[in-house]
Nanobody, 119 residues
Framework: VQLQASGGGLVQAGGSLRLSCAAS????????MGWFRQAPGKEREFVGA?????EYADSVKGRFTISRDNARTTVYLQMNSLKPEDTAVYYC????????????????WGRGTQVTVSS
């Protein structure tokens, strides 16, 4: 399983970004996909996940939206109303089974993409 995240960048507070994560080497539709982020000096934290349903961290509810396109084997993270505290490296991850919020539940990880939100 290979995952490649892209779409990060520098944006002003209040702005939007859409991250993409392309998967290969996997029957994509069978996998639950998660997004995590890691800010400098902090642990990697759950952002959201999509499987049979959706789940989001409280800190991003109402601002971030996860979607997937199984035909394109890609999962997206639409981030709106960005805040400086959203600054982090964002990672996508994959797992079989029900969606999970714990980092250790995911067996496959892509390289991260940097998101920087300026105030």
């Amino acid at each position: 399983v290979q995952l490649q995240a892209s779409g990060g960048g520098l944006v002003q507070a209040g702005g939007s970004l859409r991250l993409s994560c392309a998967a290969s080497g996997v029957t994509f539709s069978r996998y639950d996909m998660g997004w995590f982020r890691q800010a400098p000096g902090k642990e990697r934290e759950f952002v959201g996940a999509i499987g049979d349903n959706l789940e989001y961290a409280d800190s991003v509810k109402g601002r971030f939206t996860i979607s997937r396109d199984n035909a394109r084997t890609t999962v997206y993270l639409q981030m709106n109303s960005l805040k400086p505290e959203d600054t982090a490296v964002y990672y996508c991850a994959a797992r079989r089974g029900t969606i999970a919020t714990m980092r250790t539940s995911y067996g496959y990880w892509g390289r991260g993409t940097q998101v920087t939100v300026s105030s």
